[in-house]
């Protein structure tokens, strides 16, 4: 379980770390695409951005404020047995520091992920989603930015997040239905 649902009042058993980065992991690979970056390099930094907290579990920022949790010291020991180890703690540490381009987009997907999830919580009547997408009570989920979309490095992820607000997540299949089956 993610962290966020304790404070979003909500339980969703589909909602943990592995379906969180593999979300991630392909709004990163088309945004690098978008933005003509390294795609292959977003997606793997994607996937293994949260790659600690399947032993740390995730923290929310309550939780952070009272508990250290020793991230690097983690990564290295989930990677340090495999080929390719000097690789994959390269780009864990260069997605840390937020310096380059890649790791920079890889951020903006963690943060869309989150606004996704919050407009289909919300869009299931999760009034705390809501207040989380707006920034504060009340209301419905206004054009404004609210805190993921501050900590956005990029126009296009901003745009994306605006756009999501705006409609409903069923939107993609509502043309999908037909009566007809394919022969």
Not at 7 to 18: C, G, K, Q, S, V
Not at 97 to 126: C, M, P, V
Not at 140 to 148: F, K
Request: charged content about 35%; overall charge negative.
């Amino acid at each position: 379980m993610r962290a966020h649902q304790q404070m979003l009042l909500a339980l969703d058993p589909t909602d943990n770390i592995a379906s969180h980065s593999f979300r991630v992991a392909f709004i990163g690979y088309f945004l690098a695409k978008e933005l003509g970056a390294d795609a292959d390099k977003v997606f793997k930094m994607c996937l293994l951005h949260d790659l600690e907290e399947v032993r740390t579990s995730d923290q929310n920022w309550v939780h952070k404020k009272y508990v250290k949790s020793y991230e690097a010291e983690v990564r290295r020991d989930q990677l340090e047995n495999l080929s390719h180890t000097d690789e994959l703690l390269e780009l864990s540490d260069e997605y840390e520091k937020r310096e380059t381009k890649e790791a920079k987009i890889t951020k903006d997907a963690d943060l869309l992920d989150q606004i996704f999830l919050l407009r289909e919580y919300a869009h299931q009547g999760n009034k705390e989603a809501v207040r989380w997408l707006k920034g504060e009570a009340g209301g419905d989920v206004p054009e404004e930015e609210n805190e993921q979309e501050k900590r956005m490095f990029t126009d296009l992820a901003r745009q994306i997040a605006t756009e999501a607000k705006k409609q409903e997540p069923s939107f993609w299949w509502e043309n999908a239905w037909t009566p007809e089956r394919r022969k």
